[in-house]
């Protein structure tokens, strides 16, 4: 009977880990699953010729989203980062990193966007304000949380082919959707 107890008894408290899905699990799994189909697209035709302006605009939409729900999450907690700071100059390094890549020609642009932002966030905390250094600190944290990332998205996708032969926009893509499918 001892054997027979704790199975059940592991059964039983199994039933507490178990979780049902979601009200709008369906609706959430569509958008996701659209999600995925439109950005693999977007990848797919992003060396194409003019094509990869749509793939930089679909990559700084979700940037914008990302950034969005970031500030979103930080006013839950009681923080105010500089929310329009942090998408202006998320989407202008986004879009400078990108050229520089491209055109190497252009490659001391992004260095200067960050030596400017530098500069000017702690500019949009001169008014006295109860926990300014947080605040700072969040919009600083989300550029480096979001922005980074996605402009090293840039850099795998236009890199020349792997010294395998192998193209990178694969890589991208699976990244893409094992972090869907696995959330």
């Given at each position: 009977g001892g054997a027979y107890n704790f199975f059940f008894l592991y059964i039983r408290d199994m039933k507490t880990f178990v979780r049902w899905p979601s009200s709008n699990f369906w609706q959430r799994l569509f958008y996701s699953s659209g999600f995925?189909?439109?950005?693999?697209f977007l990848i797919a035709i992003s060396h194409a010729p003019l094509c990869q302006w749509w793939f930089?605009?679909?990559?700084?939409a979700m940037q914008f989203i990302a950034i969005k729900?970031?500030?979103r999450l930080c006013h839950a907690k009681g923080f105010s980062p500089a929310s329009t700071l942090l998408s202006w100059f998320s989407l202008f390094y986004l879009l400078v990193y990108s050229l520089a890549t491209l055109?190497?020609?252009?490659?001391?642009?992004?260095m200067f966007l960050l030596f400017l932002a530098a500069f000017t966030t702690p500019l949009a905390f001169l008014v006295r304000q109860q926990g300014a250094i947080a605040n700072i600190a969040l919009t600083v944290f989300g550029f480096v949380y979001i922005?980074?990332?996605f402009s090293l998205i840039v850099d795998i996708n236009f890199l020349p082919r792997l010294p395998s032969g192998e193209a990178t926009t694969f890589w991208i893509t699976w990244l893409l959707v094992t972090t869907k499918g696995s959330d």
């Open positions: 995925t189909i439109f950005a693999a930089l605009a679909g990559l700084a729900e970031y500030v055109y190497p020609h252009l490659a001391h642009l992004p922005v980074f990332p």
